[in-house]
């Protein structure tokens, strides 16, 4: 037999369950619960999570600051470091070359009282008006010094060309050191020895301008002195 329930009895049913009082269970903060015998305190155990995140900040903290500074020295560790590559030696030797070229030169040296001496002997005063033999003798003197100038310009020349292997090699060592360079001590450095190289070839284009001037200016007086004394001569030929 089935049990009819009728459209009213069904709303009665709703409105006694809807108006039924609902009891709530409210806990204190403070509350403890026991779990077989194991107390668990709510309050407590949030506090202790605060605790510990608070002291994991910290701990990262401190890591970040100990990382920061091993970069930091790191990064001065680069910047003290030496370059590893010195063009000192090959240009000292360059400089040394040259220096020994011009202080090799031919009778007259690169000596004020030298060419000043020089001079009064064999190109100006007594040195054009004296007897035949000391004439001739004076002359060729004269041309000896032309000759000795322009081979003394020659061999500094060749020096100059010769040092431009070992310049190029320090140029091309110099540029890759500065590129690869790991700190600004390094990069200091590969710039100051660029700038040496770049004074020792400076040194040897002076040297070759000088050695070359040398030989002009001798000819030169050579020339002036040999028209002297052709006038010296001419107007003893003309007095007799």
């Known amino acids: ?43 407590n155990y949030a506090s202790n999570v ?3 995140a608070r002291a994991l900040e910290q701990i990262n903290n401190q890591i970040r600051q100990i990382q920061n500074q091993a970069t930091s020295l790191v990064n001065e560790a680069r910047n003290l470091a030496s370059l590893p590559f010195s063009s000192l030696a090959t240009l000292q030797a360059q400089m040394q070359q040259t220096r020994r070229l011009l202080g090799d030169a031919q009778r007259i040296a690169y000596d004020v009282r030298d060419i000043q001496n020089a001079f009064s002997s064999r190109y100006a005063g007594s040195a054009l008006t004296g007897n035949a033999g000391q004439m001739v003798a004076n002359a060729n003197a004269r041309w000896e010094d032309s000759v000795g100038a322009f081979q003394d310009a020659l061999r500094v020349q060749a020096g100059v060309v010769g040092n431009l292997d070992g310049t190029r090699s320090s140029v091309d060592s110099l540029v890759t050191a500065s590129q690869s360079a790991t700190g600004a001590l390094q990069a200091a450095q590969a710039g100051n020895q660029l700038l040496a190289l770049q004074s020792q070839q400076l040194a040897d284009l002076t040297a070759a301008l000088a050695a070359q001037g040398r030989a002009q200016a001798l000819e030169s007086a050579r020339d002036a002195a040999t028209e002297a004394e052709a006038r010296e001569r001419f107007r003893r030929f003309r007095g007799k």
């Open 50 to 52: 605060l605790q510990a």
């Open 1 to 43: 037999m089935k049990l009819f329930v009728s459209r009213h009895v069904r709303s009665a049913l709703a409105l006694v369950i809807a108006a039924a009082p609902v009891v709530v269970i409210s806990v204190p903060a403070h509350a403890q619960f026991g779990f077989g015998g194991v107390v668990y305190d709510p309050t």
